[in-house]
């Protein structure tokens, strides 16, 4: 697999870049928002407070809103298991959490040990797998049916974005700190085996799989000097720098 680099721009707007390609709009897009067809119900991840956030927004109804007892941090990121359940990974206490939207009531809790800070989150629901990236630099193939995790694979550190490719059967990790993209091949539904660590960008972590034309793009941007903590932001990010806003395309 190679990369190619898309600006915000139009076709011929800027000059070549080291990556090479074309340019054209586009826009990346970070997700975790489902929506249920049978009550138009959107399920909305919440890092902070503790909780999911279904909302009934239908027929300009006022929102009615349901906060799961999750404990600890929230829900780091959505799947659809079924078409009535979701699964979100819980970060600070590594495990997984089913949701039964019908019902609304919490449905099952499944440790992810050896993972720690899940992040990452994608699906096979032909297999009933789960694909979890990690931040101790390992992603988790977990039986969407037992919880139980099948096994693990070293993948780059600082995953944000995790993807499945069911035609191609390839799993992506967009790794963040060290700018790699892990490529995970499935052979059968419990055996995997690293395919590639493409290099990317620093800071490329979010990510989407168009499973038509099985490309990958990744979301990336230059930052500047962090700036010193405060009493109001003690721990502050790193500034994006201007016209620096990139999409990489990743294909074969």
């Known amino acids: ?24 709009r586009d826009r990346a897009e970070r997700g975790g928002i489902f929506v249920e067809v049978f ?35 929230g829900v780091e990121r959505w799947a659809r298991r079924r078409s009535w359940q979701r699964v979100g990974q819980r970060r600070d206490r590594s495990e997984l959490v ?21 992040t990452g989150l994608a699906v096979d629901a032909k297999h009933g797998r789960l694909f979890v990236g990690c931040g101790n630099k390992m992603m988790a193939v977990v039986n969407g049916t037992t919880g139980k995790v099948v096994t693990t694979l070293a993948i780059g550190p600082g995953v944000d974005g995790t993807e499945f490719d069911p035609t191609t059967g390839d799993v992506f990790n967009a790794c963040g700190k060290d700018g790699t993209l892990s490529v995970i091949h499935q052979n059968t539904a419990d055996t995997y085996h690293v395919v590639q660590n493409l290099s990317t960008q620093l800071g490329a972590r979010t990510l989407a799989v168009d499973t038509s034309s099985h490309r990958v793009f990744l979301a990336a941007a230059q930052f500047g000097d962090k700036p010193a903590p405060s009493e109001t932001t003690p721990k502050p990010r790193a500034p994006i720098l201007p016209g620096t806003f990139v999409v990489l395309v990743v294909g074969k």
């Open 1 to 24: 697999m190679d990369a190619t680099k898309h600006d915000g721009r139009m076709p011929g707007a800027v000059a070549g870049t080291n990556l090479g390609g074309t340019r054209h």
């Open 39 to 73: 009550n138009i119900l959107p399920f909305i991840p919440k890092h902070r407070p503790r909780s999911a956030r279904p909302r009934n927004g239908a027929n300009g109804v006022d929102p009615v809103w349901w906060t799961p007892p999750l404990r600890g941090m």
């Open 98 to 118: 089913r949701i039964d939207s019908k019902k609304m009531v919490v449905a099952g809790r499944y440790p992810l040990a050896p993972c720690e800070e899940p």
